[in-house]
């Protein structure tokens, strides 16, 4: 059996007669050698002096760092082609010692430099990856190069060492080896090669074996604790089957295969996992094929020769020394192996940290990130990482760093925690595990502003608003922008392509004077509520009032008129007040009609014939500004007469003669009551033009203004009145007569 172990950095290789497997241990980790190819040439050198070996150096393997070594892929397979000496009695030794002088010349491959999770093969290889021992110069010539030792005294073998490497992986577990084997063979776990942690079951196990040709092969199986695994077979078993020393799990057929018929062969095993966490095992499988041929050696010199697709033709010469003969004959053993290796691995437990973000705005890209480690701090590289959200997986591998990340350009759907699940599964090295995230899409946030004027004349304000993505810049169409003014709500419009939104009709709702508008964006499913507030200053519309009342008129008739309009566009502005003063002392108001006309019949106390100057004014509102006008009115006293002997039905007896020629007016009205008597002296007179109506002014002695209007309805009088005001106080009711008779003449 070849025996592998770590001795200073490096592979140490043994080989012993008898078994073709392989079994490869090292500290924790399994060594896999794939297609490594071994020639051995050897030839008794007899004398009467032995000549004595150094030490004896059995396959050195490249320098190999442990720590970068990941044994990914659990196949292996080898190639070997051994010239061996057999001495006059046909007997193989066991081993060179240098008790039986004899030489050995080994070709052997290096291993490569870069092992995790895959093997590079060096290609086209050269001599300069060779070493011989003890050290010579080769020389060419016609393209064959040679290495000559010539009397090699004082060395007991002769070494060259070759650096290749190459496999062929299969995930299924199933593997075709060389077509120089002639055969294919595969092995297979019935069952599955997990084990959970401190599980114990059974397990059976089927190698299946078909020639490619007519062929006999020794396969061989170890069923045993490889590499010091956690995984211990027992009740091993192989049906058939030889079994091997040196173990209990090392079993052994000589198998005739004809060419394309497969033949299976069947082991089992009780195996329990002692590690706290699942376990994969696979046992050692190999297949080999030895042919012989032999031939009578130059008593001269022994040379070896072959010639390799990637070196070309080599050539090793020996020259024995004086004093040494030569015996027996050259035997070429041509050994071709096929090594699956063994798996007893724990999986190692592993640990996820969430690295990416824990929120985002609703409609922009998510990214998440996390990081696979093993032992706490040793990134786990190459190995798929799931991301469950919102019932859609994502995976990404992670990278030299331990790390994967996934992005989602769309973003997640709503608004909201949304829980993300990691995970890693397990696989033949470490155990999976799992953790949960939340990330929370946020709103996204908004930005409103108030775009309409905030200096205008009544009526021509503009409301209008523009409501921006405050992460973009861009404006959100179709979306509701509310108005208020000082508080109160007074409409709302839809943004349009822009983001841009106009209430139309409410600017009659800002009247004059400063308001505060705020317009307002609502929260919405994706989006967050805004608002913005500006101060709007309205001054009033400008209007035009004009005197349209009397020019000149009779005492006591005279009718005051105002006009009211819409400077700007000349429009009468309707229900609006206007205020009259006479001589700047206010006589009235009155409201405007449909045309902007305000009329009002003055107050006769302040009126005495003559010019007076009349003022219209409106003192402006919420919508217009205010305006003035002035005008002239002349009063003037009526030609005419008006007597009478009355008795008003209040009890006040009054009697009067007032007369005028139109320029001076006289005459006296008595009033007496049994509480009060009054004489005024008349000082206006005016009368109606149908002389049914007139009106008569006059001072008492102590300066009280008398009004007196006279209503002569005809005859006998009973139907006239009278009404007597003094400084605006009635003295007579509401004039009714019950005795005598009034007349107004001519």
């Not at 078909?210 to 069923?223: H, P």
């Not at 032992?375 to 019932?391: E, L, N, T």
């Not at 200096?455 to 179709?478: F, H, K, N, P, Q």
């Not at 609502?522 to 913005?532: F, I, L, P, R, Y």
């Amino acid at each position: 059996m070849r025996w592998c172990s770590v001795v200073g950095g490096v592979i140490k290789v043994d080989r012993r007669k008898g078994d073709t497997a392989m079994r490869v241990t090292r500290h924790a980790c399994a060594i896999e050698l794939a297609f490594a190819s071994f020639f051995v040439a050897s030839v008794s050198l007899i004398g009467a002096t032995p000549v004595p070996a150094a030490a004896h150096v059995d396959g050195v393997i490249a320098p190999l760092s442990l720590n970068d070594f990941v044994p990914t892929l659990p196949w292996s397979a080898e190639y070997t082609e051994k010239l061996q000496h057999f001495t006059s009695d046909n007997v193989v030794p066991d081993e060179v010692r240098p008790s039986n002088p004899s030489w050995e010349l080994t070709l052997s491959h290096f291993f490569g430099a870069s092992l995790p999770g895959s093997i590079t093969v060096a290609t086209p290889l050269n001599t300069a990856n060779w070493f011989v021992s003890p050290a010579v110069t080769p020389t060419t010539d016609a393209g064959v190069t040679t290495y000559r030792w010539e009397n090699p005294s004082g060395f007991g073998a002769l070494n060259a060492f070759l650096s290749s490497l190459g496999r062929t992986p299969n995930p299924a577990d199933r593997f075709s080896t060389p077509s120089s084997l002639g055969a294919s063979i595969a092995r297979e776990s019935v069952g599955g090669n997990r084990i959970d942690a401190g599980a114990t079951l059974s397990r059976s196990y089927v190698i299946t074996a078909v020639g490619s040709s007519d062929v006999t092969v020794d396969i061989s199986v170890f069923l045993d604790r490889v590499f010091g695994g956690p995984v211990s077979p027992s009740n091993q078993q192989c049906e058939g089957a030889r079994v091997l020393g040196g173990g209990s799990g090392g079993f052994a057929w000589t198998v005739n295969l004809r060419q394309g018929t497969p033949v299976s062969l069947r082991c089992s095993a009780t195996l329990t996992n002692t590690a706290t966490t699942p376990a994969y095992y696979m046992p050692i499988v190999s297949a080999t094929r030895t042919e012989q041929t032999s031939t009578a050696p130059d008593n001269s010199r022994v040379q070896y020769a072959f010639t390799s697709a990637l070196l070309g033709s080599v050539a090793f010469d020996v020259t024995p020394g004086a004093g040494v003969i030569w015996e027996g004959h050259l035997t070429k053993t041509s050994i071709r192996t096929v090594f699956m290796n063994p798996l007893n691995q724990a999986l190692v437990p592993t640990q996820l940290t969430y690295l990416g973000a824990t929120s985002g705005y609703y409609g922009e890209g998510v990214t998440f990130s996390a990081r696979l480690n093993h032992h706490g701090a040793f990134p786990v590289v190459q190995r798929p990482v799931r991301f469950d959200v919102d019932s859609v997986s994502y995976t990404a591998t992670t990278g030299a760093d331990g790390i994967a990340t996934v992005s989602i350009p769309a973003g997640l759907d709503t608004v909201g925690p949304h829980l993300v699940t990691i995970s890693s599964a397990d696989d033949l090295f470490f155990l999976g595990t799992s953790l949960t995230a939340t990330f929370i899409v946020v709103r996204r946030p908004t930005t409103t502003t108030f775009t309409g004027t905030t200096t205008a004349i009544y009526g021509e304000a503009r409301l209008a608003g523009a409501l921006v993505d405050s992460r973009t810049g861009a404006g959100l169409a179709g979306q509701s922008l509310s108005f208020s003014i000082d508080g109160a709500a007074v409409g709302s419009a839809v943004t349009n392509d822009g983001g841009a939104a106009e209430l139309s009709a409410a600017s009659d709702r800002l009247g004059v004077g400063t308001h505060e508008v705020t317009v307002a964006f609502a929260q919405t499913a994706t989006h967050e509520a805004s608002t913005a507030t500006s101060q709007v200053t309205i001054t009033g519309r400008q209007t035009l009032t004009i005197y349209t009342g009397d020019r000149t008129a009779a005492f006591g008739f005279a009718t005051l008129a105002g006009r009211l309009t819409d400077d700007q566009s000349g429009a009468p502005l309707a229900g609006r007040t206007l205020t009259f003063t006479i001589d700047g002392v206010s006589v009235g108001a009155a409201s405007t009609d449909a045309s902007g006309t305000a009329t009002i019949a003055p107050g006769l106390a302040a009126l005495t014939p003559g010019g007076h100057d009349v003022g219209v004014v409106f003192a402006g509102d919420a919508s217009h500004a205010a305006s003035a006008a002035s005008g002239r009115i002349v009063f003037t006293n009526s030609r005419g007469k008006v007597t009478g002997d009355v008795e008003t039905a209040d009890g006040a007896h009054v009697t009067f003669s007032v007369q005028s020629d139109g320029t001076s007016t006289s005459g006296t009205l008595r009033l007496a009551r049994s509480t009060q008597k009054t004489t005024v002296s008349i000082m206006a007179l005016g009368i109606s033009t149908d002389r049914t109506r007139a009106v008569a002014y006059g001072e008492t002695a102590s300066g009280d203004r008398i009004v007196a209007e006279f209503a002569d309805l005809g005859e006998p009088g009973r139907a006239d009145r009278l009404i007597v005001s003094m400084n605006g106080v009635t003295l007579t009711g509401d004039g009714a007569l019950i005795e005598g008779n009034l007349q107004i003449h001519d």
